[in-house]
């Protein structure tokens, strides 16, 4: 596709469900990014995959959050036993191996979870 | 302490203004520093990067960086009201790698 997408753009879920977040990344970019951005707030880094490998999961909260890039293309960030704290907007972004050296990530327009 | 502090804003400015947005950081080792646009209900796109210290400059948009002060700055010419947005900062390059850390962004209001 043109650009990162991410799906679902939004999901409300009650305390204790498990979420599966997903993102395409653009066609060709080898590096993957997944980032939480809270209300008023910066991205915050969760995990970096380079092709299928997880290289950096070093801002992953704890052990309920989870993520996955089998073949190096599509992404999965899933999240077990939600809690309301978080609730936020998760942000994919995708770089080729050239952008990533000029710090020009891609970002999808993100998918809102609210925790009930 | 955050690595990367940057005021919230608001910051209302008349069309026209130059505007000054700025971010300090803690950690010395961060080599490359950008400045990402967000407008409301979308991600972050690239404005402007820089390696080390210096000056760059893009049409409107001059980034600046003093690594000695751990300060980086972007300024806009003559604003419109299309800049309108969340002016983010972010720095990478601390122990080799490239992925970005950000601040908290700075909201600017560009009235007509």
């Known amino acids: 596709g043109a650009g990162v997408s991410q799906s679902p753009r939004y999901k409300v879920t009650k305390r204790g469900q498990d979420v599966a977040l997903r993102c395409d990344p653009i066609?060709?970019?080898?590096?993957l990014y997944w980032y939480r951005q809270a209300l008023g707030q910066g991205p915050e880094f969760l995990t970096y995959?380079?092709?299928?490998?997880?290289?950096?999961k070093s801002g992953l909260p704890n052990d309920r959050f989870s993520a996955e890039r089998p073949e190096g293309s599509i992404s999965t960030l899933t999240i077990q036993r939600t809690e309301q704290r978080d609730s936020a907007m998760y942000r994919c972004?995708?770089?080729?191996?050239?952008?990533?050296?000029?710090?020009?990530?891609?970002f999808g327009e993100g998918s809102r979870l609210t925790v009930l | 302490q955050k690595e990367v502090e940057q005021d919230p804003g608001p910051l209302s400015v008349p069309e026209g203004a130059i505007v000054s947005l700025n971010c300090t950081y803690s950690?010395?080792?961060?080599?490359?520093f950008m400045w990402y646009r967000q407008y409301s209900r979308k991600g972050p796109e690239l404005l402007m990067y820089?390696?080390?210290?210096g000056n760059k400059e893009d049409g409107r948009f001059t980034a600046q960086v003093d690594k000695s002060s751990k300060y980086i700055s972007l300024f806009i010419r003559d604003s419109q009201p299309s800049d309108s947005a969340t002016y983010l900062c972010?720095?990478?390059?601390?122990?080799?790698?490239?992925?970005?850390?950000f601040g908290r962004g700075t909201s600017l209001i560009v009235h007509p």
């Open positions: 972004a995708s770089s080729s191996g050239t952008s990533a050296n000029t710090g020009e990530l891609f």
């Open positions: 066609s060709g970019h080898v590096s």
């Open positions: 995959f380079n092709y299928e490998a997880q290289q950096d």
């Open positions: 950690n010395s080792a961060f080599q490359y």
């Open positions: 820089t390696y080390s210290s």
């Open positions: 972010a720095m990478s390059g601390k122990g080799g790698s490239y992925i970005p850390t």
